[in-house]
């Protein structure tokens, strides 16, 4: 199925996938059959203790493939979207895992990219009012800048973050105003399974 790419300051962001060949019983069952797929996808990662970039990956894209055979959209209808950056991760290799288990969940994704100030993160979540803002953090000298975001961004928007410096002080998160840190991959898309948008949505 092809995309739409919506026009505007924000790079490839895709408009939802058409659902209305999806509505009624078809719809719910396919949604119900990828909830469950992906649970299997999380138990079997939990058994390896630190699964490797590839298998991350190659689970995903093995449940995307999945997706695409049977039409499935993803667990909600109309998708959550993700607001995606880097605050001082000059790299970005864990966004792009993030990113494509954000796509087997069914996530409509907004890219800023790396090394995006807090004025840009704060201005896209209060023009695209996302559901999700998706944080890499590394460093402890952004703690102050996390708060500010929190308080500048929509009350509705659910932070998401991931970084070491969380385990290291599991304080940081919640005095900074992070809704969920994401340790790995596994726990994201853990997450997501039980994610509820604030916005009204039809949840499959």
């Known amino acids: 199925m092809s995309r739409d790419t919506r026009e505007g300051p924000y790079p490839e962001h895709p408009l ?17 059959d990828l909830r469950k797929r992906i649970s299997e996808m999380v138990e079997t990662l939990r058994k390896t203790r630190r699964p490797s970039r590839n298998a991350l990956l190659s689970a995903a894209q093995s449940v995307l493939d ?10 909600w209808d109309p998708p959550p979207l993700m607001v995606t950056a880097t605050m001082d991760d000059g790299w970005g290799h864990g966004l792009e895992v993030i990113h494509r288990y954000g796509e087997v969940a069914g996530l409509s994704i907004v890219r800023l990219g790396l090394l995006r100030t807090a004025d840009e993160i704060i201005r896209a979540c209060t023009d695209l009012r996302p559901d999700i803002l998706g944080l890499t953090v590394l460093q402890f000298d952004t703690v102050d800048t996390l708060a500010e975001i929190r308080r500048s961004i929509p009350g509705e928007t659910r932070i998401v973050a991931g970084g070491p410096i969380f385990g290291a002080d599991p304080d940081l998160a919640p005095g900074a105003g992070i ?7 596994v726990a ?5 399974l039980r994610f509820q948008p604030a916005r009204p949505s039809w949840t499959n």
Do not use: C
Request: proline share 3%.
């Open 179 to 185: 809704d969920f840190v994401a340790t790995d991959a």
């Open 16 to 32: 939802p996938f058409s659902r209305a060949v999806y509505r009624g019983n078809l719809m719910i069952q396919t949604g119900a």
């Open 66 to 75: 999945w997706k695409q055979e049977h039409g499935a959209a993803g667990l």
């Open 188 to 192: 994201f898309i853990a997450y997501l």
